[in-house]
């Protein structure tokens, strides 16, 4: 079992900035493949972005490649998402998973393949 809560949400203007973490309790952190995702009002949840087990491979959707970034230390079991250039858009509630996975380079998009969640951080972009 792990334990996720997301933290850092909150409203910026466009083109600001944000800093979400996620820490993790439990189970052994490096063990697990990590991602975010969002979900806006009347929206499905959506992948951000997916980091491997040990950091060495990332993934991002297209919607916020170049702006965000992904990052975790397994130190602290915690695990980050950088958001810069921040758009209206950009406004949903974030939550983090963790998938258990096969191998060290696998970074896993598909919602169903994550097996715990977090409880979310609501991000507001405003124009």
């Known amino acids: 079992q792990v334990q996720l809560v997301e933290s850092g949400g909150g409203l910026v203007q466009a083109g600001g900035s944000l800093r979400l973490s996620c820490a993790a309790s439990g189970r052994t952190f490096s063990s697990y493949a990590m991602g975010w995702f969002r979900q806006a009002p009347g929206k499905e949840r959506e992948f951000v972005a997916g980091?491997?087990?040990?950091?060495?491979?990332?993934y991002y959707a297209d919607s916020v490649k170049g702006r965000f970034t992904i990052s975790r230390g397994n130190a602290k079991n915690t695990m980050y998402l950088q958001m810069n250039s921040l758009k209206p858009e950009d406004t949903a509630v974030y939550y983090c998973a963790a998938a258990g996975g096969p191998r060290e380079g696998w970074v896993p998009a598909r919602r169903s393949l994550y097996d715990y969640w977090g409880q979310g951080t609501q991000v507001t972009v405003s124009s």
């Open positions: 980091i491997s087990r040990s950091g060495g491979y990332t």
